[in-house]
């Protein structure tokens, strides 16, 4: 299982969203950012990775290369885990990446989105085959592996299905390509390498310097055998696969040749992922890769060259940690910056929110990446705000889909689908005022159940054969709700159903006629927006579509429409 | 399951709503009549005297304290409101209770078990014939067995240009002899063979016609009395009387007939004419206020000597 966690500055923030308590790992299989036993370890191991870079350079490919790509997430691990928040968007953020930065066609990609072992093994399949084809007109192949999502007992869990590790790792040891390449970030995925240990990374494309093309599988891992792979609400994904990302955009390019290499991207989401988890509860996340390539040279894992468009940092732009800050609020890339040194991140057109930490203040901004052009960030259009009024923080997505309450005075106006008016019909259309309690996420991530009290009325006149009369129309309504919301963003969209309780009566003056009462369950659907004002206060605008049935002595079919405006709190 | 109750209630609100009373079931409430319509309301009677009090009007008289005309049309007006309260009472309780069964044009109040005449029960039946035509019967029958009968029949026809709730011609009519005959008992009114009422709410005033058959043997084979009532207080009350009324200076008692008009200030006339017997067509006119009769004219003596007051010249000009 992978957790979620949040921690390190700059976005420490003291929750989890994971069912998992807080874990420690016992395994010492990494370094943390203190030194001791730990520390000698990453060294060592990143000394074994730059052996590897030093290595694979040094030999040449035999002729270009043809990328697959098969990108999975998968945020459900069936029973005995909770649901992930953020493996989707990790594989759709891997993907965009592979597709705009890896050589990789869309069609020779893959992605699938909450899919089953069993569609994975058919996508991984059908690239097999396109690789197998590739192979047989004499082209070089590589075919990229990348899952994330639950795996528990020596399995990945793709929703209820499971794909045990080794024979996944048979299948891709197998596997019709010359590279083959598999990250899998999930919990205690380690399992997948333990059996090789930490070796050298492999390059994912063939440098023309080198005299012998590489063959072979390498497995990279977010987590070792023993540990929890975290999740990060402000990063918007899991620390491995956020910074392996960051790396791909350009950050991990040490050598500077606009081209990151696997052993680079490997380094520094290890780095990254050892440094942020440290401070967390769950323990240190240590990262690990498996290592069987034959010959030489360095896999090239995007070229960030390539695109036109991105953010450079100017090489006098100050030194330290960037953060670029997406328009959904996740931490899109990271870049740290040395003085006097140019860094460029091949960003995906959009407008950013650019966020530099310094000890006392934060330096803001906001930059646009336009397509096919490269932005260059200006110093000077950063504006120091307090940690206080850091404008990207907010309720992080573990927060939106903790189980919470609200409650909401509505108001609302209901107009019966009533024939013919003009008689007075049965149910006249009428106001109504009520209280609202919401439990959200009362079902699982993004399902809520509610109830509803409604009560109003309205005057009317019925015409009805010999009878002509006024009458005082009395409404009240309770409902229970289930609903599905997407409270991500300041404006919530939500749709659901509700059965309502509506027990009505007419009255009429004096004593000239008995009153009516009539009383039914009344389905309906529901749908509407809440407009976040603050942190706790929303309004909200609603509507309902209600059956109404009517029996007492001849079967009527009405409907109703009401439309509600709310004012709510969420505690 | 979480979804299990979800499931129950959407099946429970497929299937589950009532209520009481249908718009239909008011057409058939609406054509009941209720005893508020139908009652008579002379100055000082017993169901005006409560409206006037309450109003801060006049005191009630009591009938029994004279043997005048005012007095004998104050009993002849409580007298027919007793009928209409008797008879109409047990049709009002219909009003307050749901049908108990719906079926097209009928509608169906009971069986219910009677507490006055214990092993019978009681049901009420109502058809409408069209729209504006309605017919009902209260039934009886033993609880042992044996078939229904009807022992309160009526029909009610709404008045095609009236508006607005209860406008209509109905009659009703109490088979007393006939529950007797299907051994049910009639305390009170063992001496009553039928009671007809007629009325018309459709227009102003108000007219209702109680006409009682008596069994025989009695002082008098049948009794009726008429009444109209107008929205503006007004109204009219006839009725006859069998060998109880005395007239000054003449040998009676006698059978007359009386005709009460008065208005909604409580200014009265009453014109008591014998309708029998050697001083037949002898009529006593009597003008009368909240203070009592200050006017009286005797056709069977000299006119008197003070002019019949204005406002009991207006009254008796104003016909029903």
Known sequence: MRIGWFSRSPFTRPFTRSGSPPFTPSGVEGPSTSFGLNGILRLVQAAAIALALFTAQSAGAEGPLRHFAVVAGNDRGGDGTRPLLYAKDDAKKLHDI?????????????????????????????????????RLRGERTALFVYFSGHAKDGALRLGDSQLPFESLKSRLAQAPADVRIAVFDSCRSGLLTRSKGARKAPAFEIESDATRAAKGLVILTS????????????????????????????????????????????????????????????????????????????????????????????????????????????????????????????????????????????????????????????????????????????PGRSELYARHYSLAFAGSYQAVFDAPTTQGGYFPSSPLVGLEAVSHNFFGRGWSAGLDLLFGGATGTLNYGPVSTGYRFSELSLGASLLAEWPEGWLVPFVGARLGMNVMTRDFPGTLLPSQGFYTFSPGLVGGFKLRLSRHWGITGRARVHYLLYNIDETRNFGYLELASLLSYEL | MRTQPALFLLALGASACG?????????????????????????????????????????????????????????????????????????????????????????????????????????????RLDPRDFEYRIEFHSQAGGQWFAVVVGSFLADSDAAGARKWSGALTLLARQARDHGLPTPNIEAMDTLDIAYSTAGDPVYVAMDTVLMPGQVANRASVKSWRASDGGGQLTFSLVDVMTLPDLAGPHTVTVTSRWNASADGFSETKVAAGTNSGATLTDCWNRDGIFWSSKSWTAAPVEPQPPECVALMNRPY
């Open chain 1, 98 to 134: 592979l597709l705009r930065l890896g050589g990789v066609a869309p069609e020779d990609a893959s992605l699938l989105l909450d899919a089953s072992a069993d569609q994975l093994l058919t996508a991984l399949g059908e690239m097999e085959r396109k690789a197998r084809d590739a």
């Open chain 2, 19 to 127: 209520g009481n009373w249908s718009n239909q079931d008011l057409e058939f409430a609406n054509a009941l009549p209720v005893r508020a319509d139908l009652e008579s309301r002379v100055p000082g009677s017993a169901s005006a005297g409560q409206r006037l009090e309450a109003a801060g009007g006049i005191q009630r008289r009591d009938p029994l304290l004279g043997d005048d005309t005012y007095a004998k049309t104050v009993a002849a007006s409580d007298g027919f409101n007793s009928g209409i309260d008797n008879l109409l009472a047990a049709i009002e309780a219909v009003r307050t209770i749901p049908p108990t069964s719906r079926d097209g044009d009928r509608r169906a109040w009971g069986p219910y078990p009677t507490k006055d005449q214990p092993g019978f029960e009681v049901r009420v039946v109502m058809d």
């Open chain 1, 223 to 394: 987590s070792a055998s023993d540990e929890d792979s975290q999740e990060s609400d402000l990063l918007g994904g899991s620390y491995f696969s956020h910074h392996l990302a960051s790396g791909l955009l350009g950050d991990a390019d040490r050598s500077g040749d606009g081209r990151v290499s696997l052993s680079e991207a490997y380094a520094y989401a290890y780095d990254r992922t050892v440094a942020d988890t440290a401070e967390s509860a769950a323990g240190a996340q240590h990262p690990t890769f498996s290592y069987e390539l034959a010959g030489n040279g360095d896999v090239v894992l995007t070229d960030v060259a390539r695109r036109t468009e991105g953010l450079l940092f100017p090489a006098d732009a100050p030194e330290g940690a960037y953060y670029l800050v997406d328009a959904r609020g996740f931490v899109a890339a990271e870049v740290v910056k040395s003085a006097g040194a140019e860094r460029r991140i091949a960003l995906s057109p959009g407008r950013y929110r650019v966020k530099r930490r310094l000890p006392d203040r934060l330096r803001v901004g906001e930059v646009e990446v336009a397509g096919g052009q490269v932005a260059v960030l200006d110093e000077a259009a950063l504006r120091d705000v307090a940690f206080s009024d850091d404008p990207v923080k907010g």
